[in-house]
């Protein structure tokens, strides 16, 4: 049974689509036989790390979960390369996957010559990277692993989901649409939401107003959203989930270029970006086909970057 240290585990974010990111890699591990012996957890430091560096040397191979990590000069971005470097000193694999790559540092690129795979989520990072001389391959977001609920909208109005762009008042976009306002991420009371009196302040504070009971795993968020009739998304994950469920969507662009690599990835190019005071077509026949031609061809590519790192 191969041992598999995980690094980035993003699931203490309590945050839907990280949680669905980390589900994929478990599930995907535990198919192919493979035993996760650590879970480092996002925001914690591992070369000082006894456990951590107990558990590299004991396992047969390394993954690292690339969601929020390889943007600009993002310090974690340094952090979890070094670990292409230090994996190669001990022979054992190390792998990067599910990342966004955009204008990494030089001390970075460096380190992620030392990886033994990389795959990232859209072509555009592939690109760069072969730019800097480093072989990719592309997957998608790992979210896709998932079928999740289909679009059967019962809830009148439409979504507002918030962002971690600061340049984007979700806010102000669910007053002036009259829209339901909610977040990505949850409590142990249930999914965050903004009630309608403290929209504008709370949205300023950035802390929720209220809790929706019960939704408190990804599959109850995305049936939630499958719900609505349109969905306009300031997150990266809240697109994707919208895709994945042929729910109609609008975009904010964020400030890395996942969501514009996608949309071209998909074929949708720019259409589907959020246009001010307007809400979201219905998804045409076109749209529905290339969006389920997409989530197919994640599919196969996750499956088959799963295979060639734990191969049978």
């Known amino acids: 049974m191969p041992k598999v240290a995980v690094f980035n585990d993003t699931r203490p974010m309590r945050h ?17 036989g493979g035993d996760v012996i650590l879970h480092h957890p996002v925001g914690r430091e591992w070369d000082a790390d006894s456990t951590a560096l107990a558990a590299i040397a004991d396992a047969d191979l390394v993954l690292i979960n690339g969601e929020a990590t390889m943007h600009r000069d993002l310090p974690v971005a340094l952090r979890w390369s ?10 054992k694999p190390c792998y990067l996957i599910n990342a ?8 970075v690129r460096k380190n992620l010559a030392a990886l033994t795979g990389i795959w990232v989520r859209d072509h555009r990072s592939a690109v760069e990277l072969h730019s800097l001389g480093i072989a990719a391959e592309m997957t998608g977001d790992l979210t896709y692993f998932h ?4 679009h059967q909208p019962t809830a009148a109005r439409g979504l507002v989901l918030d962002s971690a762009d ?6 102000v976009i ?3 649409l009259g829209l339901d306002y909610v977040a990505m991420r949850y409590s142990n009371r249930g999914l965050k939401t903004y009630r309608k009196r403290f929209l504008r302040r709370q949205f300023e504070t950035g802390k929720p107003s209220g809790r929706i009971a019960g939704i408190t795993t990804f599959q109850a968020f995305a ?14 994950h809240g697109l994707c989930f919208a895709i994945n469920g042929g729910t109609p969507f609008a975009a904010m662009s964020l400030s890395s270029w996942k969501v514009d690599a996608m949309l071209d990835d998909i074929g949708l190019g720019r259409d589907r970006l959020y246009q001010p005071g307007q809400l979201p077509p219905p998804l045409t026949p076109t ?12 599919q196969r590519r996750i499956a088959a970057m799963f295979d060639r790192i734990l191969p049978s």
């Open 16 to 32: 839907f689509g990280c949680d669905a990111v980390m589900a994929a890699i478990d599930d995907s591990v535990a198919a192919r």
């Open 100 to 107: 966004t790559v955009q204008q990494i540092k030089d001390a």
């Open 147 to 150: 079928d999740l609920p289909r």
């Open 166 to 171: 600061r340049r984007h008042d979700m806010g």
């Open 82 to 91: 070094k670990l292409g470097p230090h994996c190669a000193a001990l022979g």
């Open 223 to 236: 049936a939630y959203l499958a719900a609505r009739p349109f969905v306009v998304t300031g997150r990266f």
């Open 174 to 176: 669910a007053a002036a």
């Open 287 to 298: 749209e529905l086909d290339l969006m389920a031609r997409y989530k197919v061809d994640v």
